[in-house]
């Protein structure tokens, strides 16, 4: 065999960790009924990039009536190690309230045993802190029906009452979702979400006549490409 250049090498054994790829997923996208109204809630995100350096977009919210409230961050994404990647940039808030803008640090990656875990940091105007930490984990029934637990909490370093929100940890949510995955990119799920408010953000919940917790059943699209 004669001596193979590296784009021949690569051409072959398709290992070029320098090529841009890009994907899509809208990995929540589902119907709750919260406060006893109709819910539209969704969780998506999509990046661009190579192995090393990425432009990740995520967003998510929820659309109860004619309200609505969510996030937006867009990150620049660095691997790390072979399983975590650091994540810089911003996130800005928007719905009824305020909106407001903060500088975004963090890390993603799998723990052990296979958990996806994301832990984020973010400063904002005027002194504004805040964290939040996410961990998920596919439990594969059969090849294709598949049962997700995922948690998350939100932790405030100051008190924004025109947006809801108290000093320390501010909530969290516990779901349970099984998907079919009629093919890999497709999936329709059921499952039940479990949110609670803590502290002073419970307080301001009740006071604007909401439940401090809440147990809501789901039916939703996970979708890829």
Excluded: C
């Excluded at 065999?1 to 996208?29: C, G, K, R, T």
């Excluded at 969510?70 to 009824?96: I, N, P, S």
């Excluded at 993603?108 to 940091?121: H, I, S």
């Excluded at 501010?170 to 890999?184: F, K």
């Amino acid at each position: 065999m004669h001596d193979v250049s590296n784009e021949e090498m690569i051409e072959l054994m398709q290992m070029e960790d320098n090529a841009p790829y890009s994907m899509w997923l809208l990995d929540q996208f589902e119907w709750r009924e919260i406060e006893d109204e109709n819910a539209l809630v969704w969780d998506a995100q999509a990046w661009y990039g190579t192995d090393y350096n990425k432009a990740w977009l995520k967003t998510e919210g929820e659309r109860v009536g004619g309200a609505y409230e969510g996030r937006a961050e867009l990150l620049w994404d660095r691997l790390l190690t072979r399983w975590w990647h650091m994540q810089a940039g911003v996130r800005h808030d928007f719905g009824d309230g305020p909106s407001r803008t903060w500088a975004a640090f963090g890390v993603q990656g799998l723990a052990p045993y296979w958990f996806e875990v994301e832990a984020t940091a973010y400063v904002g105007e005027g002194g504004r802190t805040a964290a939040r930490l996410s961990a998920e984990y596919e439990l594969l029934l059969t090849q294709r029906l598949i049962l997700q637990p995922e948690i998350e909490f939100d932790l405030y370093g100051k008190d924004d009452p025109r947006n809801g929100i108290g000093s320390g940890l501010a909530d969290s949510e516990v779901g349970l979702r099984l998907r079919y995955e009629i093919r890999r990119e497709f999936a329709p799920y059921i499952g039940v979400v479990w949110s609670r408010s803590y502290g002073e953000t419970a307080d301001l919940a009740r006071a604007a006549g909401r439940d401090e917790d809440d147990v809501q059943f789901v039916a939703g699209l996970r979708a890829w490409f």
